[in-house]
């Protein structure tokens, strides 16, 4: 059983940063790509950042290209998602997502595992 657990979420100003994680425990996924997403409200779920087992292997959605950087801690079971030049745009609920076969994804449909999300709101 796998279970991912988000946390750093909070309330900034616009242009301020904050540094997500997500701890994996259960089954390693080490060894396999890592993904965040987020959801705004009434919107639909979205990609955000994607990682591969090998660490310089990394995918990002247009809109935070540039703001956004995702690592991981493979021997830790950790992953980060750190924003900088954050915008009220990017307030949502932050998913921690896992997959199980190689490759990237930026569809959640190709993602097996989820955390319960950390809320990220950013003021004007």
């Known amino acids: 059983q796998v279970q991912l657990v988000e946390s750093g979420g909070g309330l900034v100003q616009a242009g301020g940063s904050l540094r997500l994680s997500c701890a994996a425990s259960g089954r390693g996924l080490a060894n396999y790509p890592m993904g965040w997403f987020r959801q705004a409200p009434g919107k639909e779920r979205e990609f955000v950042a994607a990682i591969a087992w090998s660490k310089h292997i990394t995918s990002y959605a247009d809109s935070v290209k540039g703001r956004f950087t995702i690592s991981r801690d493979s021997a830790r079971n950790m992953v980060y998602l750190q924003m900088n030049s954050l915008k009220p745009e990017d307030t949502a609920i932050y998913y921690c997502?896992?997959?199980?076969?190689?490759?990237?994804?930026?569809?959640?449909?190709?993602?097996?595992?989820w955390g319960q999300g950390t809320q990220v709101t950013v003021s004007s």
């Open positions: 997502a896992g997959r199980t076969v190689s490759g990237l994804a930026q569809s959640d449909g190709e993602y097996r595992y």
